[in-house]
Nanobody
Framework: QVQLVESGGGLVQAGGSLRLSCVASGRIFKINAMGWYRQAPGSQRELVAKIRSGEYTNYADSVKGRFTISRDNAKNTVYLQMNSLKPEDTAVYYC??????????????WGQGTQVTVSS
């Protein structure tokens, strides 16, 4: 089982920056991908950014050029640097880890979520 602990959310004015962190711990066999999703009130959870083995990344169109995802494999940690924040970025942000288990199955794990609020 993999546990995820997120940090770094908070309240920021439009145009400001925040950095989210997520640390994975527990029985980890191999992490395939780490990513961030977000869910605003009344909306579905959506992908913000994901980083795979080999440092391949993909981003939601709405955050391209403003957000940067990175990972520290030695620390099993993924980061999301969010710049030029907009009020529409307000949401609960969830860390996600896709793990390849010892049985070669794929497993998804989620963090508890961290609130990001951007004021206008």
């Amino acid at each position: 089982q993999v546990q995820l602990v997120e940090s770094g959310g908070g309240l920021v004015q439009a145009g400001g920056s925040l950095r989210l962190s997520c640390v994975a711990s527990g029985r980890i066999f191999k992490i395939n991908a780490m990513g961030w999703y977000r869910q605003a009130p009344g909306s579905q959870r959506e992908l913000v950014a994901k980083i795979r083995s080999g440092e391949y990344t993909n981003y939601a169109d709405s955050v391209k050029g403003r957000f940067t995802i990175s990972r520290d494999n030695a620390k099993n940690t993924v980061y999301l640097q969010m710049n030029s924040l907009k009020p529409e970025d307000t949401a609960v942000y969830y860390c996600n880890v896709e793990e390849r288990g010892s049985d070669y199955g794929l497993y998804n794990f989620w963090g508890q979520g961290t609130q990001v609020t951007v004021s206008s």
